[in-house]
T-cell receptor, first 114, second 117 residues
Framework: ETGVTQTPRHLVMGMTNKKSLKCEQH?????MYWYKQSAKKPLELMFV???????ENNSVPSRFSPECPNSSHLFLHLHTLQPEDSALYLC?????????????FGPGTRLTVL | AQSVAQPEDQVNVAEGNPLTVKCTYS??????LFWYVQYPNRGLQFLLK??????LVKGSYGFEAEFNKSQTSFHLKKPSALVSDSALYFC???????????????FGTGTLLAVQP
């Protein structure tokens, strides 16, 4: 185990539902990340939270909304998703070290949008 | 444009033979390079990274990678493959096009390593 947990592990939702993905890190890190992993595509960084910055990938649709209440917890709120949003959503955390830090990933949430 | 290329979708190797998973990168300045492995239904696990210093980096599970600046490559290697090494391998490089402190990575598309017994 990497010290990063994600719930739920699997989620099936309709296009009109609202759901949230949860990530928790037990490593004492100060940065957390959301990635989208689709088949045959590179991992796509969606959002980054750290003590100093929140960074959003401008290509991520507004139907994805992140929330980071503290340095250990990260949420991804989902609403009115599309079938193409079906993917594996990965959370990661790191201790910021000027760009050399290693990111540690959770097991992911497999999302299916019907 | 900054990018990472993994030219092989799949690499097949017999157990006990040496393996190489290729990675080339394009980034301005000095690169920070990473290798991760993903087993089925799991997240990515860190294997090793190159920041500076010795071009040969040793990592977890007997893996190593060689940084070659002139060829802009960072190939992953292991002297003797195990069936349990069969997994999806990702190469990544840190983005250098902004001034933030966090480590934003550009990933390759992944290479599936299949080790036959």
């Amino acid at each position: 185990e990497t010290g990063v947990t994600q719930t739920p592990r699997h989620l099936v939702m309709g296009m009109t539902n609202k759901k949230s993905l949860k990530c928790e890190q037990h490593l004492g890190h100060n940065a957390m990340y959301w990635y989208k992993q689709s088949a045959k595509k590179p991992l796509e960084l969606m959002f980054v939270y750290s003590l100093e910055e929140r960074v959003e990938n401008n290509s991520v649709p507004s139907r994805f909304s992140p929330e980071c209440p503290n340095s250990s917890h990260l949420f991804l709120h989902l609403h009115t998703l599309q079938p193409e949003d079906s993917a594996l959503y990965l959370c990661a955390s790191s201790q910021v070290e000027g760009g050399t830090d290693t990111q540690y990933f959770g097991p992911g949430t497999r999302l299916t949008v019907l | 444009a900054q990018s990472v290329a993994q030219p092989e979708d799949q690499v097949n190797v017999a157990e006990g033979n040496p393996l190489t998973v290729k990675c080339t990168y394009s980034v301005s300045g000095n690169p920070y390079l990473f290798w991760y492995v993903q087993y089925p239904n799991r997240g990515l696990q860190f294997l090793l990274k190159y920041i500076t210093g010795d071009n040969l980096v040793k990592g977890s599970y007997g893996f190593e990678a060689e940084f070659n600046k002139s060829q802009t490559s960072f190939h992953l290697k292991k002297p003797s493959a195990l069936v349990s090494d069969s997994a999806l391998y990702f190469c990544a490089v840190r983005r250098v096009d902004y001034g933030g402190a966090t480590n934003k990575l550009i990933f390759g598309t992944g290479t599936l390593l299949a080790v036959q017994p």
